[in-house]
């Protein structure tokens, strides 16, 4: 609230839930028809329409809260990378599929934790959304939980490669746990739970985890990168959505 | 190729179905991924589904050879089939 530049909490709220969804569901379609087993492609095609079903409902809400005229393909292709309020995390580039892979276990873990706080939102809408995305994420967390396990405690290799997507991606974990103006008000608001009091949970269940994948927990005391839900993000972002907007950027009245 | 998953046969009971029937086969490394994968490709998860998953080597089928001999005895004898008893409305599902 302190900050000038956020005109409503609320709606600045509900498109970093709505921008996570949506960049992570571009990364994941990628991969479409690049798995590495035709029902591990099938798989991860659908958690990327998954998400991209959440971002929908999550950017409808703040278009309605906004009232300035913008749906959800206006948010979605007409914002350049500053105005987009994702985690740092989701906009990682696929890398290996053990980055894929880890990227996501980090992320579900997380969003299964702030979606199950959510349901007790004191905002209706919110909780009906949230209870939707509940039933999937749940899903996404069972299936990435399991993949972790069986390529760290696999072979020599999928171990090493595990650790280190592992060991690359934990500098990006903590900014889900940095509440600043925008999430302390919501917080105040009932409207989400405090972000801090997820980190614990999840740090126990990233730790259960590895442990029965073999693997190795980074420092928690790690140095942290941070930024993306304030709009600053990484160079990988741009190029993300140069691809994602380019038709309606092109042809900004196509309708389709 | 040696490394190639294993061949599943995978049955699904729709909601509101009153026994699982053969859909499909897939590939998967062991039978938890399999379950998982048959989700993913047989039921777009639907709700209140149950799946079955049976490794292809597991399944003992009848040889086309034997048809005659398994099926067509009773075929010209009508009295061997149960249709002439009229069945109650109330009995469903039979």
Not at chain 1, 92 to 108: C, E, H, I, K, V
Not at chain 1, 114 to 124: F, I, K, R, V
Request: glycine share 6%.
């Amino acid at each position: 609230m302190a900050d000038s530049n956020v005109a409503d909490p609320k709606i600045e709220f509900l498109l970093r839930l709505a921008d996570n969804s949506l960049v992570l569901s571009q990364r994941l379609s990628e991969l479409c028809g690049k798995g590495p087993a035709l029902e591990e492609d099938i798989a991860l095609t659908n958690v990327a329409l998954d998400l991209l079903g959440q971002a929908r409902f999550w950017f409808a809400y703040a278009g309605e809260l906004e009232g300035a005229g913008r749906d959800e393909d206006r948010l979605a292709f007409l914002r350049d990378a500053h105005e987009f309020r994702n985690l740092l995390l989701v906009e990682q580039p696929n890398g290996s599929y053990a980055d894929t892979l880890m990227r996501q276990f980090y992320f579900d873990a997380w969003h299964y934790l702030l979606l199950e706080q959510l349901l007790t939102s004191s905002d209706e809408r919110i909780a009906a959304i949230a209870e939707k995305s509940l039933k999937e994420v749940r899903y996404h967390l069972r299936r990435s939980g399991d993949l972790i396990v069986r390529l760290g405690d696999g072979s020599e290799l999928s171990h090493s490669m595990m650790q280190r997507a592992a060991d690359d991606l934990w500098m990006f974990t903590d900014e889900m746990f940095q509440a600043d103006a925008v999430e302390q008000a919501m917080a105040a608001q009932g409207v989400m739970p405090e972000l801090g009091t997820l980190r614990t949970p999840w740090i126990n269940h990233v730790a259960e985890i590895f442990r029965e994948a073999t693997l190795v927990l980074p420092p928690l005391d790690a140095w942290m990168q941070k930024g993306g839900k304030q709009g600053r993000h990484g160079e990988s972002l741009g190029y993300l959505l140069a691809e994602m907007q380019f038709l309606p950027r092109a042809y900004p009245d196509a309708v389709w | 190729m040696s490394k190639e998953w294993p061949l599943w046969e995978v049955f699904i009971r729709s909601q509101h179905g009153l026994a699982h029937k053969h859909v499909g086969s897939l590939h998967a490394p062991d039978a938890e991924m399999a379950v998982n994968n048959a989700r993913d490709v047989y039921t777009r998860r639907n709700e209140g589904v149950s799946i079955w998953v049976v490794l292809a080597g597991d399944i003992t089928a009848s040889s086309p050879a034997d048809k005659s001999v398994l099926f067509e005895p009773s075929n010209s004898k009508v009295y061997r089939h149960p249709t002439f008893f009229p069945m109650p409305e109330e009995v469903k599902n039979l």
